[in-house]
Structure formats: structure tokens, C-alpha cells
């Protein structure tokens, strides 16, 4: 079992910036495996993947945050942040993280945390 829990949101004006965490808890060598990324809802629109683990450790970013938002791991805190720079109204959403299991081929996600954007 594995759980994910996302924290960092909050109010920013325009142009600011945040940093999201994803804290993975359970087993230790099931988290070692996980691919994480990341996307995000707005209400009324589908969920979009905003940073996604691709082969070779590398990260896919959605086209609307290319250069703006940046994925990163510690894998001693089996934590994942998404730093989030130049920040728009648009990207006001619903963050949430995944990790998919190499082990267990089930994929987790966290309760989400939230992301105003002020213009």
C-alpha cells in the first residue's frame, strides 16, 4: 500500500510562485519503483496532465506550462515537488499527484491541494 498526500497550494497573484509537494508513505520499496507525476482539474473541464514521467526518468510537461513548471524528486523523503514559476489565473486548479507502481502496475494518487491564481 502506498498513499500520497499533495501539499504547497494556496493564493499567489500573477507571476508568483509555488512549490507542491507530494509526500509518498507506505511501503519503501513499492515507492522506489513509482513513476510520479503530476496534473490538475478545474471544475467543469477534464483533468489535465500537467508533468508526466516518461522513460529514462525524463518528464513530459503540458505545452501550458513548458518552461514554467518543474518536477523534481527526493527520493530520501519520498517526496515529489512541482515548482511552479510565473504563475497564471488559468493555472488555477485542483493539483494532484500520481505514482504508478512498477511493482504492482496499480496507480496512486493524492486528495489534491488547491491553486488560486490571482490576476
Known amino acids: 500500500q502506498v498513499q500520497l498526500v499533495e501539499s504547497g497550494g494556496g493564493w499567489v497573484q500573477a507571476g508568483g510562485s509555488l512549490r507542491l509537494s507530494c509526500a509518498a508513505s507506505g511501503r519503501a520499496f513499492e515507492i522506489n519503483t513509482m513513476a510520479m507525476g503530476w496534473c490538475r482539474q478545474t471544475p467543469g473541464k477534464q483533468r489535465e496532465l500537467v508533468a508526466t514521467?516518461?522513460?529514462?526518468?525524463?518528464?513530459n510537461y503540458a505545452d501550458s506550462v513548458k518552461g514554467r513548471f518543474t518536477i523534481s524528486r527526493d527520493n530520501v523523503k519520498n517526496t515529489v515537488y512541482l515548482q511552479m514559476t510565473r504563475l497564471k489565473p488559468e493555472d488555477t486548479a485542483v493539483y494532484y499527484c500520481n505514482g504508478d507502481s512498477r511493482l504492482t502496475s496499480v496507480t496512486y494518487w493524492g486528495q489534491g491541494t488547491q491553486v488560486t491564481v490571482s490576476s
Open positions: 514521467p516518461s522513460r529514462g526518468g525524463r518528464t
